[in-house]
T-cell receptor, first 115, second 111 residues
Framework: GAVVSQHPSWVICKSGTSVKIECRSL??????MFWYRQFPKQSLMLMAT?????????EQGVEKDKFLINHASLTLSTLTVTSAHPEDSSFYIC???????????FGDGTRLSIL | KQEVTQIPAALSVPEGENLVLNCSFT??????LQWFRQDPGKGLTSLLL?????REQTSGRLNASLDKSSGRSTLYIAASQPGDSATYLC??????????FGKGTRLSVIA
């Protein structure tokens, strides 16, 4: 089946550091990738939609200068949390789809802890 | 705007019991509905996907039904096991937009 790899799975860093999270589709071409954020015991909150070769579309309330998204190829999207602060600590999950009515396939998530 | 509601928010059952998780959505114009499992601190595992033209899907001890006209889906788990303990998420796909998720049902199966 379709596999999405997310890296790293866990990162701990100091406040003010920028952190990059990678999302790769291993066996299919992902026209569209999505980035979600999940707080403890809450559901997934969509942050942005990323189409290959285009600028990401951010959901209301998500700072595009804070959460930089790059989708330069059909198999890779990156999310960079710039100048991270403790309130950015969360679980970040990506998903990828071939587009149209094809299902979304999810990565295993990245737990980000900012000290 | 599509909204997905899951009831109950949490459920605790003894091992071996059959159980039903409920999901409702406000807009019946969907392409498909998907049930996911999420273990603590982990990503999502897709359990079942029901296309809008289908009524149900089965995989092992899991059976998911879809009644699009009434905006409802159920996930039936037969002969529950402690390993089934997890959060179960329901999500609908409106078409050319991202999945819309419910808040999930936290299931605990007690041995």
């Amino acid at each position: 089946g379709a596999v999405v790899s997310q890296h790293p799975s866990w990162v701990i860093c100091k406040s003010g550091t920028s952190v990059k999270i990678e999302c790769r589709s291993l066996d299919f071409q992902a026209t569209t990738m999505f980035w979600y954020r999940q707080f403890p015991k809450q559901s997934l909150m969509l942050m942005a939609t990323s189409n290959e070769g285009s600028k990401a579309t951010y959901e209301q309330g998500v700072e595009k200068d804070k959460f930089l998204i790059n989708h330069a190829s059909l198999t890779l999207s990156t999310l960079t949390v710039t100048s991270a602060h403790p309130e950015d600590s969360s679980f970040y999950i990506c998903s990828a789809t071939q587009g149209g009515n094809q299902p979304q396939h999810f990565g295993d998530g990245t737990r980000l802890s900012i000290l | 705007k599509q909204e997905v509601t899951q009831i109950p928010a949490a459920l605790s059952v003894p091992e071996g019991e059959n159980l039903v998780l409920n999901c409702s959505f406000t807009d019946s114009a969907i392409y498909n509905l998907q049930w996911f499992r999420q273990d603590p601190g982990k990503g999502l595992t897709s359990l079942l996907l029901i296309q809008s033209s289908q009524r149900e899907q089965t995989s092992g001890r899991l059976n998911a039904s879809l009644d699009k006209s009434s905006g409802r889906s159920t996930l039936y788990i037969a002969a529950s096991q402690p390993g089934d303990s997890a959060t179960y998420l329901c999500a609908v796909y409106p078409g050319n937009t991202p999945l819309v998720f419910g808040k999930g049902t936290r299931l605990s199966v007690i041995a």
